[in-house]
């Protein structure tokens, strides 16, 4: 497959490459609007005007036969219906598609994570493709070498938007640098964020991003391959301008690493450190064993609001359910229970309630505050099964409660919930619950928990 890349604005590809990457790429055929149209042609900005014949004088003088302008092949598509034609198409198939339809109006939004996937993708299709990416001004000294490292590997000058100087400066002198602790982190990420991308999605008819559906619960279990964007205008302004393409929407995050490391590509150094969703240094941390990877975002707040508003869209407006999580965060009744073992008992409102109760108990009790579309708490899953077992005739009793819909405002007065999941030691002949300290999940240290406090 040719190997040639494009720059931001300024590569091209020779026509006998480009000839090659047609025979060993596996394009979606195109649907008939598609087809219809030529495809477009990105002449680079540094290509020089190709030698042209001198007129003649009568056919400089003749009349020009007026051109009626193409309809753009982009503007035709439905994306709906194409969505549904590429849900089983690989990641390479989607990107070449994108590319092709919007050719130097369309760019690859750039991280400094994972995402480094997608240029690659970018490149094997052979095609002329821009980046972008946000700094935020508070970015890892890890992701700003990655980004010299990208640029020199691929031959590219990465696309730079900064966010307003006064509106960080008013921030930080009113609020200080590290409000977000506090009263959560979407107004930072406004100004550094969102209200960058925004300016530079106008300058463009499409983007491409590398979310996932496995990445977090309720906001991207529902993402398509291509979508018109819910939430940005693109060049030509107004709702419907801009398309936004996610093409790693249905690849899970093993299989992103395993391309990654099969192709060589270079890739964030916080990778090694047990960083794995990456983002500004204050808010972005390694996750534990048994957690889920977007743990490492946001920490102290809910699971389920875990965007910073570049993919609001994915947000149901006006307290709209999504599939699996209604608008309080409970699970739907469809969803699927979880730690189902013989070894856990199922706690219901007044068996807990009784719990607490108890001043003199017998026995300890560890128990799980949970919510099964969690995937916090689906990752810490097995290992909380294989604790229960361990522990089965050692005198503890292994439980579990749900603790979200109806039964949060309970969990969260008398329980000490804050996020999902929330793990709990009833001590014998103690009447308060103490609640597990640590955030790492795996069998050694809850068993370490338990054994410290029999």
């Known amino acids: 497959m040719a190997s040639a890349t494009a720059s931001i604005s300024s590569h091209s590809i020779a ?18 609007a598609v087809r219809s149209q030529r495809t477009r042609a990105v002449r680079p900005l540094c290509a020089a005007e190709p030698a042209r014949k001198p007129l003649s004088a009568s056919a400089a003088a003749a009349p020009v036969a007026p051109v009626e302008e193409e309809e753009s092949a982009a503007a035709t598509v439905d994306y709906e219906a194409l969505a549904q034609e590429l849900v089983g198409a690989s990641p390479l198939e989607i990107m070449d598609r994108a ?13 400094g994570a994972e995402d480094v996937a997608l240029i690659e993708y970018a490149k094997l299709t052979g095609r002329p493709f821009r980046v972008f990416s946000l700094d935020t001004g508070r970015l890892n000294p890890e992701t700003y070498q990655l ?24 921030l930080v002198r009113s609020k200080g640098l590290f409000s977000f602790y506090e009263d959560g982190h979407q107004e930072c990420c406004r100004v550094r964020k969102v209200r960058p991308l925004r300016k530079a999605l106008k300058g463009l008819k499409a983007w491409i991003t590398g979310q996932r559906k496995d990445q977090s619960p309720g906001t991207r279990a529902s993402i398509p391959v291509v979508q018109v964007d819910p939430s940005f205008e693109g060049l030509d302004g ?23 490391r099969t192709m060589d590509v270079p890739v964030n150094a916080l990778h090694a450190q047990g960083y794995v969703s990456i983002g500004c240094e204050p808010c972005t941390r390694p996750v534990l064993p048994g957690q889920h990877e977007r743990e490492g975002r946001w920490w102290w707040e809910d699971a389920a609001a875990k965007e910073c508003g570049l993919h609001k869209g994915n947000i149901e407006k ?3 359910p999504k599939v699996g999580v209604n608008g309080n965060g409970s699970a739907e009744a469809s969803a699927p229970d979880i730690f189902q073992s013989q070894a856990i008992v199922n706690l219901t409102r007044p068996g807990i309630e009784n719990l607490l109760r108890l001043e003199n108990r017998t026995e ?20 909380y099964v294989e604790l229960a077992k361990k522990l089965s005739g050692s005198g503890i009793k ?13 969990a969260q007065a008398e329980l000490q919930l804050q996020s999902f999941p929330t793990i709990l030691l009833f001590p014998s002949r103690t009447a308060r619950p103490i609640k597990y300290p640590s955030e790492k999940r795996d069998v ?11």
């Open 444 to 454: 050694e240290s809850l068993l370490a928990f338990v054994n410290s406090l029999r």
């Open 398 to 410: 292994v439980a579990k409660f749900r603790a979200d819909g109806e039964q949060k405002p309970f």
């Open 15 to 32: 026509s006998r490459d480009l000839k090659a990457v047609r025979q060993q790429v596996a394009v979606v055929p195109a649907g008939p």
């Open 364 to 383: 300890p009790w560890l128990t799980v505050l949970y919510a099964p579309w969690c995937p916090f708490c689906q990752a810490m899953e097995a290992s």
């Open 99 to 111: 590319l092709d339809l919007f050719g130097s109006e369309i760019a690859i939004a750039f991280s």
């Open 318 to 320: 006006d307290g709209a």
């Open 238 to 260: 107004g709702a419907g301008s801009l398309i936004k393409w996610n093409p790693v929407a249905n690849v899970e995050g093993k299989d992103v690493w395993t391309f990654l």
């Open 147 to 170: 980004f010299d490292k990208v640029e020199k590997h691929y031959g590219i000058h990465i696309e730079y938007t900064f966010p307003e100087a006064g509106e960080v400066q008013d």
